[in-house]
C-alpha cells in the first residue's frame, strides 16, 4: 500500500506501538485486538486501525494482529531493522547519559567515535574503547568514515558549524540535543530534542489540567 498524506502525529505514534508491542511479545503473547493494543496504549482502537492501515493491512477481523508479525512489518516501516554507524559530538552530561544508554546498541545503532573539545577527554577511549577524539578533526573523520547519524550535544553557540559539517560530511540525520534550532542542507533530516520545551509543557499542564487530552 503506497504512503500518502501521513501526518507527523501519526508517525510519533508508531514509536509507541513497537514498544508496547515488543513488551506483550516478551510475555508470550502471540496475538493482540486492536481493543486489547486501545488498553494498553491508551489510545483508541479505532485510531490503532486508522493509523496502521497507513502502512498496509495487517490485521485480520476477528483475529486481530499477530505480535511478531506486527513487530517485524513495523521495524521495517520505522527502519530499526537496519543497523546504523552514529557520532556523538559533545560528551557532557547529556552527551554522556546518551552515549550510556544501551537500547540504542541493541537496537543497531552503533556509535563510531565520540567529539569533544575538553583536552582532558580528548585522545582517551570510552569503557567499550570508543576513541574520542578533538571536535576540530570531525571534518577528517567524517571524509574518511561512512557516517548515518550525528547526534550534537554540544552548547547552542557552537551547534551550527558542527550541523554544517555533518550535512558536507555525509550523515543522513541529525539528532540535535543542543538548545537551539538549526538549519540542514543536502537533504539531511534532523529531529530536535529540546528538553526546556518539554519540561515547559509538563508544567503547562500541571497548571492548566482542563486543557490535557488523556
Not at 25 to 40: A, H, P, Q, T, Y
Not at 53 to 76: A, M, T
Not at 154 to 164: G, L, N, R, S, Y
Request: charged letters at 25%.
Amino acid at each position: 500500500m503506497a504512503k500518502q498524506n501521513i501526518s507527523l502525529s501519526v508517525i510519533k505514534r508508531l514509536p509507541k506501538y513497537y514498544r508496547y508491542l515488543e513488551s506483550i511479545n516478551e510475555k508470550g503473547i502471540i496475538r493482540v485486538s486492536s481493543k486489547e493494543l486501545s488498553e494498553i496504549t491508551g489510545l483508541t482502537a479505532s485510531q490503532i486501525r486508522q493509523d496502521l492501515n497507513h502502512f498496509g493491512c495487517f490485521g485480520q477481523q476477528g483475529y486481530g494482529y499477530n505480535v511478531s508479525e506486527l513487530i517485524d512489518e513495523l521495524s521495517k516501516i520505522i527502519g530499526v531493522d537496519k543497523k546504523y554507524s552514529m557520532v556523538l559530538i559533545g560528551f557532557g552530561n547529556i552527551g554522556h547519559a546518551l552515549y550510556k544508554y544501551k537500547s540504542f546498541r541493541d537496537l543497531g545503532y552503533e556509535f563510531k567515535a565520540v567529539f569533544d573539545k575538553n583536552p582532558e577527554l580528548v585522545g582517551d577511549t570510552t569503557n567499550d574503547e570508543v576513541e574520542i577524539y578533538n571536535v576540530e578533526k570531525l571534518e577528517d573523520y567524517l571524509k574518511d568514515n561512512q557516517v548515518d547519524i550525528g547526534i550534537i550535544a554540544t552548547p547552542k553557540e557552537v551547534a551550527q558549524d558542527i550541523t554544517d559539517i555533518l550535512c558536507e560530511g555525509g550523515v543522513k540525520g541529525i539528532w540535535n540535543f543542543s538548545p537551539v534550532d538549526l538549519k540542514v542542507t543536502n537533504n539531511v533530516v534532523i529531529e530536535s530534542v529540546h528538553l526546556d520545551e518539554s519540561l515547559f509543557t509538563l508544567t503547562y499542564f500541571m497548571n492548566s489540567p482542563e486543557d490535557f487530552i488523556f
